[in-house]
C-alpha cells in the first residue's frame, strides 16, 4: 500500500466512524484544551449557568475537559452544546486561555457534518434561509413593504433618509450586518446619516450578504466559508481601504476572517471608527451643544462580541463619545459576566434559556436608574429591548448609532 | 490582589492609573481570607531554629520577625531594605499593619468585608473540617464565640446534591482534631438541608447556591430549614459552606442569626470559591472608585525598552493590539497559575517581558529543570521549592539581572512574580501580595510625579 493509499484508507475509516480530522486552523483550539487545570472559575462566571444552573447547561468547565474530549461521542453533547451562548466570558476568565468558544463551534461543526438530526430544528430553519439568501434573515418579500417599514421606523425615530451610495474605491465600505438590512432598519439609516454628516467618504455593498457568523455558530462550516468568500471578493470588488460596521457579531468575525484570508485592510466598529478615525473633537462639535433634547440619563449594554471577543476598548470609546453628547449623563451598569441572550443562535431554539440569561442585565439596568438603555448592536438591542417590554420596564432602548444619529445637527 | 493594592495606591495618589489583566486574577482563586504567614517559608523541618516561636505562628508579628531574621530576602524584607539595620523588622512590622488597615478601611460595608487583625492569627475552620491560620477573614466567616464555651454545641450543615461540601466527612474531620487538641466545642453535628436553586436535588454548584441566596427572602427557607436541626441538637452554633450570597452574604448572615437565635458562620473554601469571588469584586470596585481604569481581557505581551526605561507596554485583545505608554510599569502578573512565570522541561520563564527569574536560592532560572525543585511527596510540610521560583529584585522592587541591576528604571514588580515566597507552604499569599503591591505602587507613583 503507497502512503497516498493509506492516507485514503484512513480517512475512509475515520469517516466511518464519524470522526473528522481537525483542519490546520483548528489544532491551537484543541490544544488550548490541554491547559484546562480543571479549576472551575469559569462556571463561577458563565452567564447561562447563572441563568439555567448546572443540571441544564453543564458548563464550559465541563464542554473543555468533558464534552470535548471524544470525537466519535461528540453527537453525544447535543443537548448542552447548543445552549452556549458563545458570550466568550469563560476564555476571559480562564487562567490558561482554554478557548471554549471555540471549541463548541468546532463541536457544533462535527455534530451538524455527522449527526444533523441532532441540530436544533431552529437552526436548521436559518440555515435553509441562508442557504437560499446569503442572508441570516428571510428577506422582504415585497421591496415596497421593505421601504415603508423603513420610513415608518425613521420617522418615529426623527432621522433623515439618505439615498445609498454605491461606488467603487470609497475609502470605507460600511457593511450594517443581515439584522440592520434586513431588520433593524434604522440603524442602517442611522449609520449612513452619522458617515455622512463626517463626511466619510463611503460605500455600501450592491448586494447584501452575510459574514458567515451564524452558519458558523450552527456548526455549517462550509456555507461560514462560501460567504466569508463571497464577502471577501466584494470587498475586493469595491477596492475599499477599511471595512465598518455597526454589528457587534460582524466586528469580531469579519476581524477574524479578514486576518485568515488576508484581506490587509482594518475592521473597525463604528464606535471605534468615529473614536479613533473622526475623533471625539469632531463629535463634540456636532453633539455637544444641542439644547433641542432634554437631559438624560443613558447605561450602556456591553456586546460580548465587542467586549469579549473583540476588546473591550470599544465599549470604553461608546463612553466616551456618549460623553460628549449634551445633555447625556451616562450611569453605567454593573452587571458583571452579561450576556443579552441573544448569543450562539441559543435564542432560535431554547428561548427560554436566552431570556433568563438577559434577566440579569435586566435587574442591572433598573438598579442604575438609567431612563434609556444603548447598545452598540442591533441584536442585543432587539433582545433587550423584547424582554424589558416584557418585564413592564419604562425603559427605552436604542442602537447607539440611532441615538447619535438623532442628536446631530441636521445638514 | 498585588496589582490591585499597586493601581488603587497609584491612583488615590492622583495618578491616571490603567490596569491590564487577562480574566480575573489569581485573588478570585483564593479563599477569600487575607494571610500575612502562618509559617516558615521552608517548611516544618526549620522549626529547629526557632524553639521559642510556636509553629504556626501565633501571630503575624511572630512570624514576621522569624522570616526576617532567617530569610531577609524574603519580600517582606524588601520592604524593610531602606530602613537603618536595626529598624528593619520594625519596620516591617509598621508596613504590614499599616497594609491591614488600608485594606480593611477600604473594603469596610463591601461584600467582602473583613474582620481580624495584626494582634493574632485566627483559625477559622474549612471545608474539609481541618483549621488554617491567617489574619483577616471576611465577616461572615467569624464566629466570636465558637471556642469560648465547652458546652458549645456546633452543626455543620450541607445541601443536597452540593458535592463541593460534605457536612459528615467535614464532622468527623473536624471532631477528631478536636479531640485531639482537646479544645472546645466537643459536641459537633451534620445536616443535609434539602435547598435546590433550580429545584432539583443534585448537581448543584456554590456559585447557583450564592447566587440564589442573594435574592429576596431566601433567607426564609434556609432558615426554616435549619432550624428544625439546631433545636434537634440543641446547636448554639451552624457553620454552612461558604455560599451565603455574592452580594448579600453578611446581611443573610445577621437574618439568619436573628432567625435562628445561634450563630452562624461560614466555612473557609478550597479555590476558586465565592469568598475569592466577593474579594475580586470588592477590590476592582476599591480600585475604579479611586479613579483607576481596569482594562480586562488584554494580556500585556512585550514591551519597548529605551535607555533604562519602559517607553511603552504591547498588549493584545482577542482582536485587536494597544501600545500604551505609561510613565512607570507594575507587573503583578502572578506565578505559575496568574501566567507570569511559566515552567516545562527547558527552564522557568517569566512571560511578559522576558525578565530573568530566579529559583528559591536565587539562582537563575532560565535552565532549570522544574522536576529538581519539587518534593517526592505532593502533600509534604517542605512544599516545592519550585513554587519559590520568580524575579529577584532591588530594594523599590524592580526587577534585576544576573548582574544586580535593574532591567528597567521605572519597571517594578508586586505579588506572586517575586522569589523566595512559597505561599501555599508559608500560608503568605493574600500578605505578601498586599504589602509589596502598596509598596510597589507607592514606588511607581513617586517616580511617576519625579519624571513629571
Request: charge should be negative; glycine fraction near 8%; charged fraction near 25%.
Amino acid at each position: 500500500m503507497t502512503e497516498e493509499e493509506a492516507f485514503e484508507f484512513v480517512k475512509n475509516t475515520l469517516k466511518e466512524e464519524r470522526i473528522t480530522p481537525y483542519h490546520k486552523n483548528e489544532i491551537e483550539i484543541v490544544h488550548s484544551v490541554e491547559g484546562c487545570i480543571n479549576c472551575g472559575l469559569c462556571i463561577n462566571h458563565c452567564p447561562v449557568v447563572a441563568a439555567v444552573g448546572v443540571d441544564r447547561f453543564t458548563g464550559p468547565r465541563s464542554i473543555a475537559v468533558e464534552l470535548s474530549r471524544s470525537p466519535p461521542e461528540f453527537w453525544s453533547t447535543a443537548d448542552k452544546i447548543y445552549l452556549c451562548t458563545g458570550c466568550g466570558t469563560c476564555r476571559e476568565v480562564c487562567p490558561k486561555n482554554v478557548n471554549v468558544p471555540e471549541v463548541v463551534n468546532l463541536v457544533r461543526a462535527r455534530i451538524f457534518e455527522h449527526r444533523p438530526d441532532l441540530v436544533p430544528k431552529g437552526l436548521h430553519m436559518v440555515r435553509e434561509i441562508i442557504v437560499e439568501h446569503n442572508l441570516a434573515f428571510e428577506p422582504w418579500e415585497d421591496p415596497e413593504e421593505k421601504v415603508e417599514s423603513r420610513d415608518v421606523r425613521l420617522e418615529r425615530l426623527d432621522i433623515p433618509y439618505t439615498e445609498d451610495i454605491i461606488k467603487k474605491n470609497a475609502e470605507v465600505l460600511f457593511y450594517p450586518g443581515c439584522q440592520a438590512e434586513e431588520r433593524a432598519q434604522e440603524v442602517r439609516e442611522a449609520a449612513k446619516v452619522v458617515l455622512n454628516y463626517f463626511d466619510v467618504d463611503y460605500t455600501l455593498l450592491d448586494d447584501m450578504s452575510c459574514c458567515g457568523l451564524p452558519s458558523a455558530l450552527m456548526g455549517d462550516d462550509e456555507t461560514s466559508q462560501r460567504l466569508a468568500g463571497l464577502l471577501k471578493e466584494k470587498v475586493a470588488g469595491l477596492g475599499v481601504k477599511k471595512v465598518v460596521t455597526t454589528c457587534a457579531g460582524c466586528t469580531s468575525n469579519i476581524s477574524d476572517i479578514s486576518l485568515q484570508d488576508q484581506w490587509s485592510i482594518p475592521v473597525y466598529h463604528m464606535v471605534e471608527y468615529l473614536a479613533e478615525e473622526v475623533g471625539l473633537d469632531r463629535l463634540k462639535q456636532a453633539l455637544g451643544s444641542s439644547k433641542e433634547f432634554s437631559e438624560v440619563t443613558v447605561t450602556v449594554h456591553d456586546p460580548c462580541h465587542l467586549i469579549r471577543h473583540t476588546s473591550r476598548r470599544t465599549m470604553q470609546d461608546a463612553i466616551e463619545i456618549l460623553k460628549v453628547i449634551s445633555g447625556v449623563k451616562v450611569a453605567i451598569s454593573e452587571a458583571e459576566d452579561s450576556c443579552c441572550g441573544g448569543g450562539g443562535l441559543v435564542a432560535y431554539h431554547s428561548k427560554d434559556v436566552a431570556d433568563s440569561v438577559v434577566q440579569e442585565n435586566l435587574i442591572s439596568i433598573d438598579k442604575t436608574g438609567a431612563e434609556r438603555l444603548v447598545a452598540p448592536c442591533p441584536l442585543c438591542t432587539a433582545q433587550i429591548e423584547a424582554n424589558l417590554f416584557k418585564s413592564g420596564s419604562s425603559v427605552e432602548v436604542d442602537d447607539l448609532m440611532v441615538f447619535i444619529a438623532q442628536r446631530l445637527p441636521k445638514k | 490582589m498585588a496589582g490591585l493594592a499597586a493601581g488603587t495606591i497609584a491612583a488615590e495618589n492622583g495618578l491616571e492609573t490603567l490596569m491590564l489583566r487577562t480574566g480575573q486574577s489569581a485573588t478570585a482563586y483564593s479563599s477569600g481570607a487575607i494571610d500575612i504567614i502562618g509559617y516558615p517559608p521552608e517548611g516544618l523541618a526549620l522549626k529547629e531554629y526557632l524553639p521559642d516561636t510556636e509553629v504556626p505562628f501565633k501571630t503575624p508579628s511572630d512570624g514576621l520577625r522569624a522570616i526576617l531574621t532567617l530569610f531577609p530576602f524574603h519580600p517582606y524584607g524588601i520592604i524593610g531594605f531602606g530602613a537603618d539595620d536595626d529598624k528593619v523588622v520594625e519596620s516591617v512590622i509598621a508596613h504590614v499593619k499599616e497594609s491591614i488597615s488600608w485594606l480593611k478601611e477600604r473594603l469596610a460595608g463591601s461584600c467582602a468585608a473583613l474582620i481580624g487583625g495584626f494582634e493574632r492569627n485566627i483559625y477559622p475552620i474549612t471545608v474539609l473540617g481541618t483549621t488554617k491560620p491567617t489574619c483577616l477573614i471576611q465577616e461572615t466567616m467569624w464566629s466570636e464565640t465558637l471556642n469560648a464555651n465547652p458546652d458549645n454545641v456546633l452543626i455543620f450543615a450541607g445541601f443536597r446534591g452540593h458535592a463541593e461540601f460534605n457536612a459528615l466527612s467535614t464532622t468527623r474531620a473536624y471532631l477528631e482534631n478536636q479531640l485531639r487538641t482537646g479544645k472546645p466545642p466537643h459536641k459537633v453535628g451534620h445536616c443535609v438541608l434539602e435547598i435546590s436553586p433550580f429545584g432539583k436535588p443534585y448537581n448543584i454548584s456554590s456559585i447557583e447556591l450564592a447566587r440564589h441566596f442573594d435574592h429576596d427572602g431566601s433567607m426564609v427557607d434556609l432558615a426554616a430549614a435549619i432550624k428544625k436541626h439546631v433545636d434537634q441538637l440543641g446547636a448554639t452554633h451552624v457553620a454552612i459552606p461558604p455560599v451565603l450570597g455574592i452580594e448579600q452574604a453578611l446581611q443573610n448572615k445577621a437574618e439568619l442569626q436573628k432567625e435562628l437565635g445561634v450563630e452562624v458562620f461560614e466555612l473557609v473554601a478550597l479555590p476558586p470559591s465565592v469568598p475569592g469571588f466577593r474579594l475580586q469584586r470588592a477590590m476592582d470596585r476599591t480600585f475604579k472608585n479611586a479613579g483607576g481604569t481596569l482594562l480586562i481581557g488584554h494580556q500585556a505581551r512585550s514591551a519597548i525598552f529605551k535607555n533604562d526605561m519602559i517607553e511603552s507596554v504591547v498588549a493584545q485583545s482577542p482582536r485587536r493590539e494597544v501600545t500604551i505608554s505609561p510613565k512607570t510599569v507594575i507587573l503583578a502578573s502572578g506565578k505559575f497559575i496568574g501566567g507570569g512565570l511559566e515552567a516545562d522541561e527547558n527552564g522557568i520563564r517569566e512571560t511578559v517581558l522576558d525578565l530573568m527569574p530566579v529559583t528559591t536560592n536565587l539562582h537563575p532560572a532560565e535552565e532549570v529543570r522544574p522536576v529538581y525543585h519539587t518534593n517526592v511527596f505532593s502533600l509534604s510540610p517542605d512544599g516545592h521549592a519550585v513554587l519559590g521560583a520568580g524575579l529577584a529584585v532591588d530594594m523599590d522592587f524592580r526587577p534585576i539581572d544576573a548582574d544586580g541591576v535593574e532591567r528597567a528604571k521605572n519597571l517594578f514588580c508586586a505579588g506572586s512574580i517575586l522569589a523566595k515566597y512559597n505561599y501555599s507552604l508559608e500560608k503568605s499569599g493574600l500578605g505578601v501580595a498586599l504589602s509589596t503591591g502598596l509598596a510597589a505602587g507607592r514606588n511607581a507613583a513617586r517616580m511617576a510625579k519625579e519624571v513629571s
